[in-house]
């Protein structure tokens, strides 16, 4: 599974717009690029997953460029119940059956108001 | 929709002391089950995955266990605890064919 590097936290206010960028040089063909979001004493919930280019949701939008060695999940005008911590998970996207992932330390996203 | 579910929600055992934590899934047959521990602050680390009943594979090695009984059933255990293993305990499923993991409400766990 390809590894993921993002910044540890970030900061920002309520309305702005939120871009938090993930690296992951090693992404093999197959490897799908995926977003989790957790609350704290939560558990993660999925926010977007893709594979090129961009894809939106109600949620968020995911931005890859062509060489996908990176991607940046974008959150429009975030508010104080965005602050959460955010994960980005590289791996296939059906992986035999097990689809294991693994979670890095992820993004703490603080939204102040 | 496939729902998970743990409990308890929180738990406090002493040092040598048995545990039993167990996950039923509701919606979905056949899941992918998965049991995580987040420690504070940190990422999630994988313990067990099942693709089916009495069908466990271990992550990491340590005095934990999982088992699967009933296809939507998965019980992680231990038979003497340590303080190592206080943490917060996520059992997760995944649909047959799907790649999103649906994750239950955890169960924090201190080991005194």
Not at chain 1, 33 to 38: G, H, M, P, S
Not at chain 1, 97 to 108: S, V
Not at chain 2, 60 to 80: E, G, M, T, W, Y
Request: proline share 6%.
């Amino acid at each position: 599974l390809a590894k993921t590097t993002q910044p540890i936290s970030m900061d920002s206010y309520e309305g702005q717009e939120v871009n938090i960028t993930c690296s992951h040089n090693n992404i093999a063909t197959n490897d799908y690029i995926t977003w989790y979001q957790q609350f704290p004493s939560q558990g993660p919930r999925f926010i977007i997953q893709g594979y090129k280019t961009k894809v939106t949701n109600e949620v968020a939008s995911l931005f890859i460029p062509a060489d996908r060695k990176s991607s940046t999940l974008s959150l429009p005008r975030v508010s104080l119940s965005d602050t959460a911590v955010y994960y980005c998970l590289v791996g296939p996207r059906f992986s035999g059956g097990y689809n294991k992932l693994i979670f890095g330390a992820g993004t703490r996203l603080a939204v102040h108001p | 929709s496939q729902t998970i579910h743990q409990w308890p929600a929180t738990l406090v055992q002493p040092v040598g002391s048995p545990l039993s934590l167990e996950c039923t899934v509701e919606g979905t047959s056949n899941p992918n089950l998965y049991w995580y521990r987040q420690a504070a602050g940190r990422g999630l680390q994988l313990l067990f995955y099942s693709i089916g009943i009495d069908q466990i594979s271990s992550e990491v090695p340590q005095n934990l266990s999982a088992s699967r009984p009933q296809d939507r059933q998965f019980i992680l255990s231990s038979k003497k605890l340590l303080l190592s293993d206080s943490g917060f305990y996520l059992c997760a499923g995944r649909l047959a064919g799907g790649y999103e993991q649906y994750f239950g409400p955890g169960t924090r766990l201190t080991v005194t």
